[in-house]
């Protein structure tokens, strides 16, 4: 009876194995990345004679990037590099992204894809986050994913990634795992903020009798706003608070500029003022 129990428990150990060629995200519901909230990384089962380690790297075209802009979107390469031991016939891996700190625990990065034909994504039930990982056994070493940043104000994004060497044998005897970690924090640019004070300031009335409103701005982005008039002269110089309002009625009709400077006293947008008196 005990040796038709162990041949029962080797097939299924067997079956184990061989299922996470799919990934174990998919094939297992698990992650394994060695990020916040997951009890187990590839190393505990792919620990043997391969030795190799994992390189993450964030690409913008032909750029390796330190820092992400909000919304833009890039490439992420996981490599699995072969640093000791035999050479492994395959490799496999799996990456998930959390907007949060290195070694803290966040909400996970939704826009993962595959960019590379042996990478898929796939979604755990029980933590409900998003992995990208192999698509079977691979004979490359390089794994491609894209990723769209998040928005404006997520703050740092920390990239988890474990990647295996294999000998093709069908089970985890002499392969070998590794794991590494990659933050990037926001990159705040003034075109960042640029864009997206183009997209939510307006002023109004406009055209309007002088006494202009401000609305769809953030005061932790913009600190302060000059007026010019059609000759560059400054005709009011004005710090931004929680009402801001531009007071024109002093001064004759005609075209005005507005100039929306951030903390740093950067010019962010310039905004075109039509003051027109009401005639009866």
């Known amino acids: 009876m005990n040796h038709i129990y162990s041949i029962f428990s080797a097939i299924v150990l067997l079956v184990l194995l061989m299922s996470n060629k799919g990934g174990r995200a998919f094939q297992e519901n698990e992650g394994s990345t060695g990020a916040p909230g997951e009890p187990v990384y590839c190393k505990n089962c792919h620990n043997a004679n391969i030795v190799v380690a994992v390189d993450i790297f964030v690409i913008d075209g032909k750029d390796t990037v330190k820092t992400y802009i909000p919304e833009k979107n890039y490439n992420v390469h996981v490599v699995i590099r072969p640093t000791g031991g035999p050479a492994p016939k395959g490799y496999g891996f799996q990456l998930v992204g959390l907007i949060a700190p290195n070694k803290q625990s966040g909400p996970d990065i939704k826009t993962l894809t595959a960019g590379s034909q042996n990478v898929k994504t796939a979604t755990t039930t029980s933590t409900k986050r998003l992995y990208a990982e192999h ?16 928005a404006l104000g997520s703050g740092p994004v920390t990239f988890y990634a474990a990647g295996m060497g294999n000998n093709a044998n069908n089970d985890s005897s002499g392969d070998g795992a590794a794991k590494n970690s990659l933050q990037l924090n926001e990159k705040v640019t003034t075109a960042t903020i640029h864009d997206k004070a183009k997209t939510d300031l307006q002023v109004f009335p406009n055209p309007g009798p002088g006494l ?55 010019v962010l947008r310039t905004s075109k003022l039509i003051k027109r008196t009401d005639r009866p």
Request: with cysteine; net charge negative; aromatic share 14%.
């Open 135 to 150: 698509n079977g056994n691979s004979s490359t070493s390089t794994f491609i994913v894209n990723w769209q940043a998040p």
């Open 212 to 266: 202009f409103y401000c609305s769809g701005f953030d005061s932790d982005k913009i600190k302060s706003l000059s007026v010019f008039d059609l000759m560059g002269k400054p005709v009011c110089n004005r710090e931004f608070n929680q009402t801001p309002c531009i007071d024109l009625t002093e001064q004759q009709d005609g075209i005005y500029f507005v100039q929306w400077k951030d903390l740093n006293g950067n």
